[in-house]
């Protein structure tokens, strides 16, 4: 149950879980949360795109919760 809570605490955060299993003389799973950084530019650059009436969409295959921390972090409002 620790470490449920600890994955559901980090994917709200909106970071990206990663699982990793091994076998040997040890065996184990091994879990850990990675997150992209931000560029500094890029919610100028998204808003610079809006103004000129371009529609910005932030397309995916992370989380729900990743993907609407990164939306919001950078102004887009339809995230998939």
Do not use: C, H
């Not at 990206?16 to 530019?41: M, Q, S």
């Not at 009436?53 to 998939?80: C, H, M, N, S």
């Amino acid at each position: 149950p620790e470490l449920e809570t600890k994955i559901e605490l980090w994917q709200m955060r909106g970071k990206t879980i990663v699982y990793a299993a091994f076998a040997g003389k040890e065996n184990g799973i091994l879990v850990f949360a990675i997150e992209d950084p931000i560029r500094a530019t890029a919610r100028s650059a998204i808003q610079t795109l809006q103004t000129m009436g371009i529609e910005t969409i932030l397309l995916t295959g992370d989380t729900v919760e990743t993907a609407k921390r990164v939306a919001e972090q950078v102004g887009i409002k339809r995230f998939y």
